[in-house]
């Protein structure tokens, strides 16, 4: 699966889904006269926006490396997502504060005359978002792409304040012993939402930072380097450079005291060119003598 081309067709598919849902969710609010719904179309509405942020990161990190930043652009991906996880922790405040209005107001939606209409309408953005949701989860693990993971928790960010507004009204439609509810129920999706924004954020800026390697790949590396070199070596001190369409290793290998400079150059040269046939990176050896 290519990466970018999926990054930009989940983009799309986006863009073009939530442009729909805006419209009938929006004619379903001016049918009934809920402000709820009309509310939620424009939050829908806003997907789109950063489904548009996705594409333009996509065409970003596919620029060639040039003299100023001569690892490439794929950093995009990294600077996108925290985009991404701000607007999520916008999204939460809003739903966090809401429903504590609602809360202290024993707010309830017994103002609002819900027919058929708006629960249909409700429940199918419920569905349609939460698909798109899983598709964006999909692509994201494939291709280990944290954008797209991003936009799908932007998705259900908006499945489940429509989640709120349909138990909402459900519930208040047939009783007025639950009014808190509908308030209760948006504190934790907006704690889901802090958490996955936290989550895309944290991530976002590790990569950003620089990373230690995972001990599966040091323990693969270290099994291809006793292929290639039986005697007596060691590696140590790995740190990766993740620049998302490029990455570079770093680690330094400890070799017998007594061999000569260029025997050692010989041996991180093949070391180096294993690692970039069978692990896609470009690596940089340190050589140490072995005490």
């Given at each position: 699966m290519?990466?970018?081309k999926?990054?930009i067709t989940?983009?799309?598919?986006?863009?073009?889904?939530?442009?729909?849902?805006?419209?009938?969710?929006f004619?379903?609010?001016?049918?009934?006269g809920?402000?709820?719904?009309?509310?939620?179309?424009?939050?829908?509405?806003s997907d789109?926006?950063?489904?548009?942020?996705?594409?333009?990161?996509?065409?970003?990190?596919?620029?060639k490396?040039?003299?100023?930043?001569?690892?490439?652009?794929?950093?995009?991906?990294?600077?996108?997502?925290?985009?991404?996880?701000?607007i999520?922790g916008?999204?939460?405040?809003d739903?966090?504060?809401?429903?504590?209005?609602?809360?202290?107001?024993?707010?309830?939606?017994?103002?609002?005359i819900f027919?058929?209409?708006?629960?249909?309408?409700?429940?199918?953005?419920?569905?349609?978002?939460?698909?798109?949701?899983?598709?964006?989860?999909?692509?994201g693990?494939?291709?280990?792409?944290a954008?797209?993971?991003?936009?799908?928790?932007h998705?259900?960010?908006?499945?489940?304040?429509?989640v709120?507004?349909?138990?909402?009204?459900?519930i208040?439609?047939?009783?007025?012993k639950?009014?808190?509810?509908?308030?209760?129920?948006?504190i934790?999706?907006?704690?889901?939402?802090?958490?996955?924004?936290?989550?895309?954020?944290?991530?976002?800026?590790?990569?950003?930072?620089?990373?230690?390697?995972?001990?599966?790949l040091?323990?693969?590396?270290?099994?291809?380097?006793?292929?290639?070199?039986d005697?007596?070596?060691r590696?140590?001190?790995?740190?990766l450079?993740?620049?998302?369409?490029?990455?570079?290793?770093?680690?330094?290998?400890?070799?017998?005291?007594?061999?000569?400079?260029?025997?050692?150059?010989?041996?991180?040269?093949?070391?180096?060119?294993?690692?970039?046939?069978?692990?896609?990176?470009?690596?940089?050896?340190?050589i140490?003598?072995?005490?």
């Amino acid at each position: 699966m290519n990466k970018i081309k999926a990054q930009i067709t989940e983009g799309i598919l986006s863009v073009v889904i939530n442009a729909v849902l805006f419209g009938i969710k929006f004619w379903a609010g001016l049918v009934t006269g809920s402000i709820a719904l009309i509310a939620d179309a424009w939050h829908t509405l806003s997907d789109s926006l950063t489904s548009i942020f996705v594409i333009g990161s996509a065409k970003l990190s596919t620029r060639k490396p040039d003299k100023k930043h001569p690892f490439g652009h794929g950093r995009w991906e990294q600077i996108s997502s925290i985009f991404i996880a701000f607007i999520l922790g916008i999204i939460a405040y809003d739903f966090f504060i809401n429903s504590i209005d609602r809360l202290q107001n024993r707010e309830d939606y017994k103002d609002v005359i819900f027919g058929t209409l708006a629960i249909v309408v409700t429940v199918v953005s419920i569905v349609v978002k939460e698909l798109l949701a899983q598709y964006a989860f999909y692509i994201g693990r494939k291709t280990d792409n944290a954008i797209v993971k991003a936009d799908g928790w932007h998705h259900r960010s908006d499945s489940l304040s429509s989640v709120v507004v349909l138990i909402g009204i459900i519930i208040t439609k047939f009783t007025d012993k639950f009014w808190w509810m509908d308030g209760v129920l948006g504190i934790f999706c907006a704690l889901a939402i802090f958490y996955a924004a936290y989550e895309i954020m944290r991530e976002a800026i590790s990569k950003l930072l620089g990373e230690e390697p995972d001990q599966d790949l040091i323990e693969k590396i270290n099994m291809e380097v006793k292929n290639i070199y039986d005697r007596d070596l060691r590696t140590h001190h790995f740190h990766l450079h993740n620049y998302i369409t490029q990455k570079e290793i770093t680690l330094h290998i400890m070799l017998e005291k007594n061999m000569s400079i260029e025997e050692g150059h010989k041996i991180a040269t093949v070391i180096e060119n294993m690692i970039k046939a069978k692990f896609n990176m470009s690596a940089t050896i340190h050589i140490e003598p072995l005490e």
